[in-house]
């Protein structure tokens, strides 16, 4: 069974930034950011393949947002600047192999707040 952990969230002003870490147990080939605001359904943040080396960011925070790994520590990061109070949520990182149709994996969540 693969684990992910999170980790960097917290409390942060407007405009402010931070960097949330995701360790993984095992190589997985796409690892991704996945967000839920209280009172809303979760959204897809960011994700990144490693075998192809596709990725992508949610409109909403693109230019803000970046996704990276580290592979030979099978770590996944995402970089969150410029922040603004609508980016509060818990913050979750998935996982899944190349062939998988949805994420398999999942951590616990971190919490952003970002306050105005």
């Known amino acids: 069974q693969v684990q992910l952990v999170e980790s960097g969230g917290g409390l942060v002003q407007a405009g402010g930034s931070l960097r949330l870490s995701c360790a993984s147990s095992e190589h997985q080939d796409v690892m991704a950011w996945f967000r839920q605001a209280p009172g809303k359904a979760r959204e897809f943040v960011a994700f990144l393949t490693r075998s192809s080396g596709n990725t992508n960011v949610a409109d909403s925070v693109k230019g803000r947002f970046t996704i990276s790994r580290d592979y030979d520590k099978n770590l996944a990061y995402l970089q969150m600047n410029s922040l603004k109070p609508e980016d509060t949520a818990v913050y979750y990182c998935?996982?899944?192999?190349?062939?998988?149709?949805?994420?398999?994996?999942w951590g616990q969540g971190t919490q952003v707040t970002v306050s105005a």
């Open positions: 998935a996982a899944k192999d190349a062939t998988a149709y949805t994420y398999n994996y």
